[in-house]
């Protein structure tokens, strides 16, 4: 058979088919042309991005040590149960499983679960974190019928000292969402699963203790499984912090307070470092290092006692009558008193028609500076309130750092009041009345001050008038390079006559030596210790109340040696009642830790025997030092 | 009557080696590739390139039968292989294993095979037919005449289409299409086709399912839907792309490797070679693919008879739609229509197929000189 007459025509379309099949043949060969070579380059990467995936390292932080080098806070390795969800066959069952063997909540497991931060596929997602050995036991036993659950270790802080100072140092913990989402974590170097510093210290120094965070290349599949490793850059681990804090100092004080709500703050007046800070109730840190459980959270959230509020920078109280050895300067300072001049004290003072009572209500008689600092008589400090004023009383107490932040290196510091007439009308609307000056005169009244406010004041007092900003971090030390970085003492100037502050620094003693004064519990035989009792009071005058919420709170500042002082105190218990009772034994116990280390306090019987003579001492005083709010008012209307 | 097989000595040393080991190369590559792509990790062992071992062998044999193919007797029977074929597609419905959402597949004793695969070649040799016939207009197709190719057409694809496989039922219409171009078409009546094809293709868009629309739409923007339909686009350009000129080397393709390259074995066959052998590898199996065509056209061009040179251009055509449509998805410039490429792709049916045609084109190019 033949192809016939159409075959010239065949033979022209064959042709132009081939022609045509050539040019797309031409066309795909440019297209892999301009892929593979033109924009081969791109497409490469695109490729190793696909397969290669970076890991963080958590870098272990940095360990933090007392000023004698004693260890605060290190790491441990902590193990955690984690799922690899990718391999769990159905999660409520494997929840539940887990929840059994370790007789942990269901809902904890799932909450953990429901926080996770993981970030790709095939990332293990920690469901119990920080297991204790038994439960990790039970874990590994069962291991067989757990399929996608994972142990693995993780350096996590521990705390040594339990409830030693855990508002100082703070706790570190796994960045949580909210966190990750914040602007800072957006602003710095965060990432997920970094463990970050919450609160204290660790927070305050953190990127100092972070470290840097090591890098792991590992190679994946498209499911995000991991198929080899591809290249690491270690971590750099943190660097540890030396702090100011002396343990030995920190703990008398803790165990001083006792039982007792209150704070105490112990200073070097010479550098502002900070020797003991203590805060009860206290609370074991090592409960945050992990993922607190929800019990233990709930439980300290809700103590009445707020165990988680760092009294010392973070309570305004009334200063009560320890806010008399500033009116004691001022008076001086501003020349409307001298060490001579003397008023009566018939148990009150009168003032716009009515009496504003001392608390010594059969009366001082007639007092001088001296005597009316030693017996702490109200009567002369209204008077010498009248003829300060509230602006000079201002002045002064903000020379001595009331009313702002004192600086010191930890979150949450508060301010307290130092009032005067421009406070009250930005804050409160209303102009100055001069009656509140009188209550301001006994550290009552709008006056409010944090303990540490008066630790620094008083160390002002002691050093000659310099103000010191308080320090907790003495040096960095890297663990290679050594000392990176150390802090500097800051102070800022008071301007106050030497003199003055010598003279009043002189009745400070007599509170302690004399056999009048207030303060006679917090003497130590050998040294020359200087002081002032308080009284901040708490419910209306009058009120005779046995329930202990209602005492007022004690008081007690004080420092040594009176010659040259090296520490400087204040102390709060709350609902202590006097000062002189309740805060001043602690200032004696704290002192004498502090003394004994250096070598300067005698031998124990010694002190064996002040307990003796302290027993004999004379009983509480009594009664209410100060008019209150509820009074004041009174007097206004 | 015309026996089945017919050859003498003077034939047989004709035989197209270039044509043969053309194929056989492009089968070779194949296998390497299977290798790569369907090897079990950690172990040398590919049960893919193995099953497909097995598959050419079988074409190998088809091929050899089909060249022995007395075109007479292939001619007489051609009608014969077409109802077969349409019987064999309706017979999906009734007994058809469902894959993937279509009915695509056929069982026999064990065997799975895709009745669409052999359709290709029947509706080649029928086509092949109604163009070699003695009324077959001289001065090309008009209207009327065009009346019996296309219902002959038409059928497969209707019926393809119901399985439904669209790639399949479009590769069947461009082949016999081409085919009919090739017979010749007067002018009037090509334009006029042309208006009604515009016209249809509304219509013809509202009735494809959702999924084959994503697939169009997400050719056209793949980075809109990267986890979706998109995702097999961005990952086979990537695989392409980062083989560089000369590849990242054999089992070195970490898209391939690493399974971020989807359907490696079947359709995306072509990106695994593209990645570990770069733009050198890509180039070499292109020329060997146009080698394929261009030479079966010039069998075609040489061929004293009409039916053998129409199944020639068919086969030819065949093997060139297959690849086009294939290598322009894996490159990203034509839309992803599940579509083999030919003789590399995994896929028993298909490789049969593509080997049993390329059969009859050495059978056609072995018996050139027969009619002279």
Not at chain 2, 91 to 109: C, I, S
Request: one cysteine or more.
């Amino acid at each position: 058979m033949r192809a016939g007459s159409g075959r010239g025509h065949f033979g022209r379309r064959l042709a132009v088919g081939a022609l045509l099949v050539c040019v797309f043949f031409t066309l795909l060969g440019v297209r892999l042309w301009y892929l593979q070579v033109a924009q081969g380059a791109y497409y490469r990467d695109l490729s190793e991005n696909n397969r290669t995936r970076t890991i963080r390292t958590v870098a272990p932080r940095g360990n933090i040590y007392d000023r004698d080098g004693r260890i605060l806070v290190r790491n441990r390795p902590a193990f955690n149960v984690s799922l690899m969800l990718e391999d769990v066959p159905e999660m409520g069952q494997a929840l539940k499983r887990l929840s059994n063997i370790t007789n942990r909540p269901v809902e904890d497991l799932e909450v953990n679960l429901k926080r996770g931060t993981r970030r790709y596929p095939f990332e293990p997602q920690v469901v119990m974190g920080d297991v204790s050995r038994v439960e990790l036991a039970r874990v590994k036993e069962r291991n067989f019928d757990l399929p996608g659950v994972i142990v693995d270790i993780l350096p996590a802080r521990a705390y040594p000292h339990g409830d030693l100072a855990p508002h100082v140092l703070g706790y570190a913990r796994e960045i949580s969402k909210p966190q990750l989402d914040s602007s800072w974590a957006k602003e710095s170097k965060y990432r997920a699963g970094d463990i970050v510093g919450q609160a204290g210290i660790e927070r305050q120094w953190d990127p100092y203790l972070q470290g840097d965070a090591g890098l792991r290349q590992v190679e994946v599949d498209a499911k995000g499984k991991r198929r080899g490793e591809l290249g690491i850059v270690d971590d750099e681990p943190g660097q540890d912090l030396y702090l100011t804090l002396d343990l030995d100092v920190q703990r008398t004080a803790q165990d001083a307070l006792g039982e007792e709500v209150g704070a105490v703050v112990a200073l070097d007046p010479q550098t502002g470092d900070v020797l003991a800070l203590a805060s009860t109730p206290s609370f074991d840190a090592n409960l945050f290092s992990g993922r607190i459980r929800t019990d233990d959270w709930k439980r300290l959230r809700n103590d009445k006692d707020h165990p988680l509020t760092n009294r010392p920078i973070a309570e305004n109280y009334a200063p009560g009558s320890t806010f008399k050895l500033i009116m004691a300067v001022a008076g001086l300072a501003e020349k409307v008193i001298t060490p001579d001049t003397t008023f009566d004290c018939p148990g009150y003072y009168w003032f716009a028609g009515r009496a504003y009572r001392c608390h010594k209500r059969s009366g001082h008689g007639k007092v001088n500076l001296e005597k009316a600092v030693t017996m702490s008589c109200d009567s002369y400090f209204y008077k010498l309130g009248r003829l300060l004023g509230i602006s000079n009383i201002h002045k002064y107490a903000t020379l001595f750092g009331l009313g702002r932040k004192t600086g010191i290196d930890l979150p949450g510091e508060r301010s307290g009041v130092a009032p005067s007439n421009e406070w009250k009308i930005r804050y409160l609307g209303e102009r100055w009345y001069p009656g509140e000056t009188l209550s301001v005169s006994i550290g009552q009244g709008f006056l409010t001050t944090t303990p540490i406010q008066m630790a620094v004041a008083t160390a002002a007092i002691a050093n000659g008038g310099r103000v010191p900003k308080p320090r907790l971090l003495k040096k960095v030390v890297d663990r290679e390079r050594g000392v990176v970085f150390r802090t500097a003492p800051v102070f800022s100037e008071t301007h106050v006559d030497p003199k003055i502050l010598n003279l009043v620094s002189g009745y400070a003693e007599e509170v302690i030596t004399d056999k009048h004064g207030t303060g006679k519990r917090a003497a130590i035989d050998g040294i020359r210790v200087a002081g002032k009792t308080g009284t901040a009071q708490v419910v209306a005058l009058g009120k005779e109340t046995l329930k202990k919420e209602f005492n007022d709170h004690a008081w007690f500042v004080s420092y040594a040696p009176a010659e040259n002082p090296m520490i400087a105190i204040a102390i709060i218990v709350e609902n202590g009642g006097h000062g002189g009772s309740a805060a001043a034994p602690i200032s004696k116990a704290v002192m004498e830790t502090f003394f004994r280390k250096r070598g300067m306090l005698m031998e124990p019987e010694v002190s064996n025997d002040e307990q003796g003579t302290s027993d004999s001492a004379p009983q509480r005083v009594p009664g209410v030092e100060a008019t209150n709010r509820a009074h004041q008012n009174g007097a206004v209307g | 009557m015309t026996s089945a097989i017919r050859v003498d000595k003077r034939v047989l040393s004709n035989f197209d080696w270039l044509l043969t080991a053309a194929m056989l190369s492009l089968c070779a590559v194949g296998l390497v590739m299977l290798f790569s792509a369907g090897h079990v990790h950690e172990k040398n062992y590919s049960p893919t390139m193995e099953r497909q071992f097995i598959s050419m062998s079988i074409g190998l044999g088809a091929f050899v039968a089909c060249f022995l193919l007395n075109p007479t007797f292939l001619r007489r029977w051609s009608f014969v292989f077409y109802w077969i074929g349409c019987l064999m597609l309706a017979a999906l419905f009734f007994k058809g294993v469902v894959a993937g959402g279509a009915r695509r597949w056929l069982e026999f004793g064990g065997f799975r095979f895709q009745p669409s695969e052999f359709m290709k070649l029947a509706l080649i040799l029928a086509m092949a037919r109604i163009f070699s016939a003695e009324n077959a207009p001289k001065d090309g197709y008009d209207m009327k005449s065009l009346i019996v190719p296309v219902v002959v057409m038409g059928l497969p694809v209707a019926l393809i289409l119901f399985e439904p496989d669209l790639g399949t039922a479009l590769c069947h219409l461009l082949i016999a299409g081409s085919m009919l171009l090739l017979a010749g078409v007067r002018g009037s009546t090509f334009f006029k086709l042309s208006l009604a094809a515009i016209a249809l293709a509304y219509p013809a868009w509202s009735t494809l399912k959702d999924y084959q629309k994503q697939r169009v739409v997400s050719f056209l923007s793949p980075e809109q839907d990267p986890l979706g339909s998109g995702y097999h686009a961005i990952q086979s350009k990537i695989a392409v792309g980062s083989g560089k000129l000369f590849g990242k080397g054999f089992l070195e393709g970490t898209q391939t490797q690493l399974s971020f390259l989807p359907e490696q074995t079947t359709d995306f066959i072509f990106s695994v070679l593209a990645e570990e052998w770069g733009f050198a590898g890509s180039f070499v199996v292109l020329s060997l693919f146009a080698f394929l065509v261009l030479h079966a056209f010039a069998i075609a061009g040489r061929c004293r008879e009409r039916f053998s040179a129409f199944v020639v251009v068919g086969v030819a055509m065949m093997i060139f739609w297959h690849m086009l449509i294939n290598i322009g998805m894996v490159v990203g410039v034509l839309p992803v229509v599940g579509l083999t490429l030919p003789l590399l792709s995994y896929g028993g049916s298909s490789v049969i197929t593509f080997m049993a045609g390329l059969g009859l084109v050495a059978g056609v190019s072995m018996r050139r000189f027969l009619f002279t």
